[in-house]
């Protein structure tokens, strides 16, 4: 597995890995716990929010970055994060792993870079968010193996 920067060709293909990977969250989890109501005005257009969200993950001077698994030539993941200097603080925003790929050490392995890019940059502590429902559950393991602690949060939807 080689791990590398994001490239301006990589955007399409990581924009469709995400959409690909977050799917079965928002269809088939978040939709039938929600309601249509609550679903729609939550995440109605929650692909075309990852189109805009992942074109804006990389941007160095912003102290955003990306970088991307490929195993044989092929994307198998990628991890992009953020790093608050003055708060020696860094953050993972996403981490996508093709189905494909899953169970194969990818996303440690992209956590465990991007925590060395973090440190790099003098950031002594890393946040890191998932849900608590049961899609979320492999990377809340993986988060809890890498050494996070999680800390219990609800939040709560209610239609009007």
């Known amino acids: 597995m080689l791990i590398r920067p994001f490239t301006q060709h990589d955007l399409a293909p990581l924009t469709e890995l995400t959409i690909d990977t977050f799917r079965p969250f928002y269809e088939d989890s978040f939709r039938p716990l929600m309601g249509e109501d609550v679903f729609t005005v939550q995440h109605g257009n929650w692909r075309d929010d990852y189109r805009k969200q992942v074109a804006e993950l990389h941007a160095p001077e912003r102290h955003t970055y990306i970088a991307v698994a490929e195993v044989e030539d092929t994307i198998a993941g990628y991890v992009a994060w953020n790093v608050d200097q003055a708060r020696k603080k860094g953050e993972v925003t996403i981490l996508a792993v093709s189905a494909e790929h899953r169970r194969h050490h990818v996303a440690t392995s992209l956590c465990e870079h991007a925590f060395d890019q973090m440190r790099a940059l003098d950031a002594e502590v ?17 988060y809890e193996a890498l050494g996070c602690t999680p800390l219990p949060l609800t939040v709560y939807f209610r239609q009007l």
Not at 126 to 142: C, I, M, S
Request: glycine residues 18%; hydrophobic residues 40%; negative net charge.
């Open 126 to 142: 890393v946040e890191v968010g998932t849900g608590g429902d049961q899609f979320h559950a492999p990377a809340r393991a993986l």
